[in-house]
């Protein structure tokens, strides 16, 4: 299983570094522009293709993921994959992992390339310090625990939408919906996402509703207003994601075993 995911990765890495690194080459011809030009045209073209590579790039990288995937086990390579001496438990949780590792690479590759575009900026508000500053700040207000539930609420939308991708290739490669094109594992998606995306947003929504507690203090500057979120309004969100997560690898896994027993 090791080996099949560092293959799959290997692939998939070579076809969507391009994109991930794009958004940083323009940041450093940004910087070169300012320097020559300071004032011109130019700069504010940079500026929007910039800001559109860093927004899509990521989107093209795991769309190409997904393309990959679905060559391997469905399409044009299916069958050497399907020679492997791997079980279905095996190939669908290699392919998993490998979503995973292209998404949390995407998503680094996004958060380092904004960092640098706004560094790039001859007005910049912000430095890198400031940055690290405020990190602490936040961390010293709402303390490490809850800052690393934060981080585990953020990490479980992650996994629920790789979870959405597995599925959506999945089921396209399936004998149910095999006999349409790829690009019906994009309205896949698109239907998984407004579903979850819905229930998320509607669960959250009221989570936040029956656990917000506004406390009023007053003290010599005045009265202000204190707002307490309890840990229930970070747990259960997550607790959502790993159980619709949970469901929707069950059915990859159904449905890729099903495609190997048929063929």
Not at 110 to 125: D, H, P, R, Y
Request: glycine share 6%; charged share 10%.
């Amino acid at each position: 299983m090791g080996k099949l995911i560092g293959q799959t990765f290997k692939e998939d890495f070579k076809s969507i570094i391009l994109w991930l690194i794009l958004p940083l080459i323009s940041s450093f011809i940004l910087m070169k522009l300012y320097e020559v030009f300071q004032t011109s045209a130019l700069i504010g073209i940079a500026i929007v293709i910039s800001f559109t590579l860093l927004m899509v790039g990521p989107i093209i990288a795991l769309s190409i993921g997904t393309d990959n995937d679905m060559k391997r086990f469905y399409d044009k390579q299916a069958s050497f994959y399907s020679t492997l001496a791997y079980k279905s438990s095996q190939i669908v949780g290699a392919r998993f992992i490998n979503y995973l590792l292209i998404g949390i690479l995407s998503f680094t590759s996004f958060i380092v390339n904004f960092i640098i575009l706004g560094l790039a900026q001859k007005e910049q508000t912000y430095t890198l310090s400031d940055i690290f500053d405020g990190i602490k700040t936040i961390i010293a207000n709402i303390g490490l625990g809850r800052f690393a539930l934060i981080l585990l609420v953020a990490f479980s939308i992650l996994i629920t939408l790789i979870s959405m991708l597995l599925l959506a290739s999945t089921a396209t490669g399936s004998r149910y919906l095999a006999k349409y094109s790829k690009s019906a594992a994009l309205f896949v998606f698109i239907i998984l996402l407004a579903l979850i995306g819905f229930s998320f947003s509607y669960l959250q929504t009221n989570v936040l509703y029956n656990n917000l507690n506004e406390v009023k203090e007053v003290n010599a500057m005045g009265m202000k207003i204190v707002t307490n979120i309890s840990n229930t309004t970070f747990l259960i969100p997550i607790l959502f994601n790993l159980v619709v997560s949970s469901i929707m690898y069950g059915i990859s896994y159904f449905l890729h075993d099903k495609k190997l027993s048929v063929n």
